[in-house]
Structures are given as structure tokens and as C-alpha cells.
T-cell receptor
Framework: DSGVTQTPKHLITATGQRVTLRCSPR?????VYWYQQSLDQGLQFLIQ???????AKGNILERFSAQQFPDLHSELNLSSLELGDSALYFC????????????FGPGTRLTVL | LAKTTQPISMDSYEGQEVNITCSHN???????ITWYQQFPSQGPRFIIQ???TKVTNEVASLFIPADRKSSTLSLPRVSLSDTAVYYC?????????????????FGQGTTLQVKP
């Protein structure tokens, strides 16, 4: 158990819909990262927040957005969903922004039908 | 972040030592080498990190030659439960307060299959 929690564990929805994925980092960790893992693209970095502020952006689509709240939990919002958005979405946390030892959550499996 | 190259797959047997080599010819002075392990449908798990020579912890050793253009992850006496994908990553850890974000760029990894 990494100490990072993600909800929900599974999510099944239809194309065009919007969903929100939630992540609670390890106690004391200020940095939260979101990653997407699909069969054809592998593990890809999406976005990072540090202490409530966006710190880095990766291959995140404009239809996707995220935020980190004052209690440090984070949400990833995915809208206008397409079949290709079906993937495992992982959240990770670390104590500081530039820390390469990250602790990953169990992931949310999103299926878009 | 420096590009890494590692074998796509490896097979081993229980009880053997497994060495997975990663090539990173363009590694920068400030870059550290980090290895992660991932089981199917689980998030990656940090294994070990090093800068030069040898690092050892309770699960693995990391060997880094003087030129740092490659590194070898060594797993002693593997068991069936070590069957997983192993990722080699290279980048600035930011431990010294640099501006690095810490975002991880994963390659395709090495799928290790341990057989009985």
C-alpha cells in the first residue's frame, strides 16, 4: 500500500460524457502527478500540481483538466470522452516537486463505450 | 530527459540472479538513474535510484559504470512474484532544489518473466 488513494476504482461511461477522477496523496506529500496508461501509448505523464499550483504539463488533451485543492487532494476531469480515452489513470505523489521517487496509487480504470 | 533503451523482454528461472541493462548515452551531469517495477493493473513502484558506482537496497542493486552511459539493475535470486515490467528512467531528481518538476517519462520497459 503506497498510501495514495484513488477513486473510483472502475468507471464505465459513454462517449461524450464527463467524468471526475479523485486522488488523495500520501500524508505530507505536496506534489501530485497524473499519468495515463493505455495499451498503445504506454505510461504517459499528463500533469503535475505542487501545493495547489500547476507545475508541469505533459501530453494532456485540452478536453482534460485537473486541479489540486487546499487539502492537497487532486481531481482529474475528463470531458467529451472518446473511445480512445479508455485507459488506466494513475495518480502519484511525492514530498517535493522535483522528487523522482513517486508513490503511485492503485489507479482508476476508465472504460468508454 | 535522456532517452533510455532497454530489452523488451527477458526470461529467468526462480532462484537465479537477473541483470537488466539500460542504455542512456545522452545522460546529463545532473541526471540520476531510477528504476521502477510495475505489476499488471497496478501503479509503478520505485525500486532503486543511483548516480554512480553501486547502490544496494533490500530488493536490488544498481551498477553504474564510470561513464554513466548505461546501468544495470540486479535482482538477486528472483521468485515468481518478481514477474513484472521494469522501467529505467533518467532525469534530474531535483533533490538539490533544482527547477526540475520530477515528472517521469516512461519508456516501454522490460517485461521480466520468471519461470518455476
Amino acid at each position: 500500500d503506497s498510501g495514495v488513494t484513488q477513486t473510483p476504482k472502475h468507471l464505465i461511461t459513454a462517449t461524450g460524457q464527463r467524468v471526475t477522477l479523485r486522488c488523495s496523496p500520501r500524508s505530507g506529500d505536496l506534489s501530485v502527478y497524473w499519468y495515463q496508461q493505455s495499451l498503445d501509448q504506454g505510461l504517459q505523464f499528463l500533469i503535475q500540481y505542487y501545493n495547489g499550483e500547476e507545475r508541469a504539463k505533459g501530453n494532456i488533451l485540452e478536453r482534460f483538466s485537473a486541479q489540486q485543492f487546499p487539502d492537497l487532494h487532486s481531481e482529474l476531469n475528463l470531458s467529451s470522452l472518446e473511445l480512445g480515452d479508455s485507459a488506466l489513470y494513475f495518480c502519484a505523489s511525492s514530498p517535493r516537486a522535483g522528487f523522482n521517487e513517486q508513490f503511485f496509487g492503485p489507479g482508476t480504470r476508465l472504460t468508454v463505450l | 530527459l535522456a532517452k533510455t533503451t532497454q530489452p523488451i523482454s527477458m526470461d529467468s528461472y526462480e532462484g537465479q540472479e537477473v541483470n537488466i541493462t539500460c542504455s542512456h548515452n545522452n545522460i546529463a551531469t545532473n541526471d540520476y538513474i531510477t528504476w521502477y517495477q510495475q505489476f499488471p493493473s497496478q501503479g509503478p513502484r520505485f525500486i532503486i535510484q543511483g548516480y554512480k558506482t553501486k547502490v544496494t537496497n533490500e530488493v536490488a542493486s544498481l551498477f553504474i559504470p564510470a561513464d554513466r552511459k548505461s546501468s544495470t539493475l540486479s535482482l538477486p535470486r528472483v521468485s515468481l512474484s518478481d514477474t513484472a515490467v521494469y522501467y529505467c528512467l533518467v532525469g534530474d531528481t531535483g533533490r538539490g532544489g533544482s527547477s526540475n518538476t520530477g515528472k517521469l517519462i516512461f519508456g516501454q520497459g522490460t517485461t521480466l518473466q520468471v519461470k518455476p
